[in-house]
């Protein structure tokens, strides 16, 4: 399983990435079942400057499961009724992504801090690539999604040192199983330092309010110099 270098949609000029990378942290997006790299770019002039942003697609056709576009993991859910797929297709997408990661700073250096943000089972990408790789990522943004079922050794580590974690949903989310989301709602507290918001009419969406904050936890986080205040008029 392997992610496309070349359908990566980049915030930056692919000429100055490298440079911008020695300065500025990257964060990785990724987005939701379906759908494709150039659905959540439409995001990034509503989040912080001073960061790179790289959209994936995910390695996986969506044709085989009946829909367009690209999927994280194979579709078939685990029996609970969690929604959540196999431990080991999760395990398998969190590699591919940090594969590219390798690559990505080989190519162009290592960025000043790494950072994951995805919808959906994007969102759920984000809380898994740091349960793979806790020493890899400062942070994580999660937009209506869950944890997966699975053991992972890296829990141990995020356990002890609790990163920050950005989860936005609505409680009414009509596509998130009520058991993942329980399920979640017991695992990131003891493993994160956790900035949960609750977005009532946002069913299974991102608003311009959640963008507001997600900005605010990306600057805090990711230690962003603050924007200057406007002069008075």
């Given amino acids: 399983m392997t992610i496309d270098d070349e359908a990566v949609i980049w915030s930056a000029p692919r000429d100055e990435i490298a440079e911008r990378l020695t300065t500025q942290p990257l964060v990785i997006v990724m987005h939701g079942r379906g759908s494709h ?12 400057e001073g960061i790179v942003f790289a959209s994936l697609r995910a390695p996986l056709s969506g044709a085989p499961y009946g829909m367009g576009g690209w999927t994280w993991f194979p579709l078939e859910a685990a029996p609970d009724g969690s929604g959540s797929p196999a431990g080991a297709d999760v395990g398998a997408a969190a590699d591919a992504v940090l594969g590219w990661l390798d690559r990505t700073e080989a190519l162009h250096g290592s960025p000043s801090a790494v950072a994951g943000l995805g919808f959906s089972q994007g969102g759920m990408m984000s809380i898994e690539l740091m349960r793979s790789a806790p020493e ?4 994580a943004v999660d937009l209506s999604g869950v944890s997966a079922i699975r053991t992972v050794a890296g ?4 356990a002890e040192r609790r990163p920050p974690l950005f989860w936005g949903r609505d409680a009414a989310d009509p596509i998130i199983p009520v058991a993942g989301v329980e399920r979640t709602a017991a695992f990131v507290p003891r493993h994160f330092t956790v900035t949960e918001k609750l977005y009532p009419g946002n069913a299974h969406s991102i608003s311009s309010e959640e963008l507001v904050d997600v900005s605010a936890f990306l600057r805090t986080a990711l230690s962003l110099e603050p924007r200057e205040a406007a002069p008075p008029a």
Avoid: G, S, Y
């Avoid at 890899?136 to 942070?139: C, G, L, P, S, V």
């Avoid at 829990?155 to 995020?158: A, G, H, K, R, S």
């Fill in 37 to 48: 790299e150039a659905d959540l770019p439409a995001l990034f002039p509503f989040l912080p």
């Fill in 136 to 139: 890899r990522f400062a942070a």
């Fill in 155 to 158: 829990d141990e580590v995020l």
